[in-house]
């Protein structure tokens, strides 16, 4: 009997052969710093944070992942243990694949080794933009940029709204600055129509200014805090 021909849309949507989907509330921990990993995860809805606790205590959160996003795929590199936690930030619901599985299809299925690769690929480029943006800008820059990314705007192109309800603290923590220096900068950011606070955080295409240029009139008062 022929076997069927692969679809990826079915494949990431249902659960079967090494594939569980559960739904996650706003809070709740999809794995822990130190757990076992043996399992990727592909986000079909909702947003998360990853972070790091430190061995002084300290917690800071490393990345952000959304919808269509995989993360925990650490384990297909010999990764034991995982290297942080996860954790809703949204509702989720969130695709878990083990590991065999994952291997297999990766193996298998060239159109899902594509999507996979072009993730990776994409991430890889992310974290070489973040480490440049780390060393080099601002953290009024840096705030900007990581808003309109939290806003999907490469994609867009257009005023979105930020869905995850993300903290002050956890924003400076992001950026490596002050609570105090976020609020003012996103103060500053709305008086000039960047941004929107309407119940929800919504971005503009407009804050690409403060990432692309070094405009007086927009940086009037700040200093330079690096």
Not at 135 to 148: G, I, P, T, V
């Amino acid at each position: 009997m022929k076997a069927k021909p692969f679809d990826l849309e079915v494949f990431l949507s249902k659960a079967d052969g090494g594939r569980t989907i559960t739904q996650y509330r706003n809070g709740q921990v999809i794995y822990s710093q130190a757990e076992p990993a043996d399992a990727v995860f592909y986000i079909r809805s909702g947003e998360c944070k990853v972070t790091v606790l430190c061995g002084q205590g300290k917690e800071a959160v490393v990345a952000l992942h959304r919808k269509e996003e995989f993360f925990g795929e650490g384990c297909l590199n010999g990764q034991s243990r995982r290297l942080s936690t996860v954790t809703a930030m949204t509702e989720c619901e969130i695709m878990r694949i083990e590991k065999a599985a994952m291997v297999r299809v990766l193996h298998d299925e060239p159109k899902f080794s594509e999507l996979f690769i072009a993730y990776l690929l994409a991430r890889t480029a992310r974290v070489e933009s973040d480490l440049v943006d780390q060393l080099f800008n601002s953290s009024e820059k840096r705030l900007a940029r990581l808003l309109l990314l939290m806003a999907n705007f490469a994609k867009e192109e257009k005023a979105e709204p930020v869905i995850a309800k993300i903290s002050q603290e956890t924003l400076a923590d992001m950026i490596g600055t002050t609570r105090s220096r976020v609020s003012v900068f996103m103060n500053k950011f709305r008086k000039l129509g960047f941004i929107d606070y309407n119940g929800d955080l919504v971005v503009h295409s407009s804050l690409l200014n403060v990432v692309l240029h070094d405009n007086p009139a927009i940086r009037s008062g700040d200093q330079k805090d690096e």
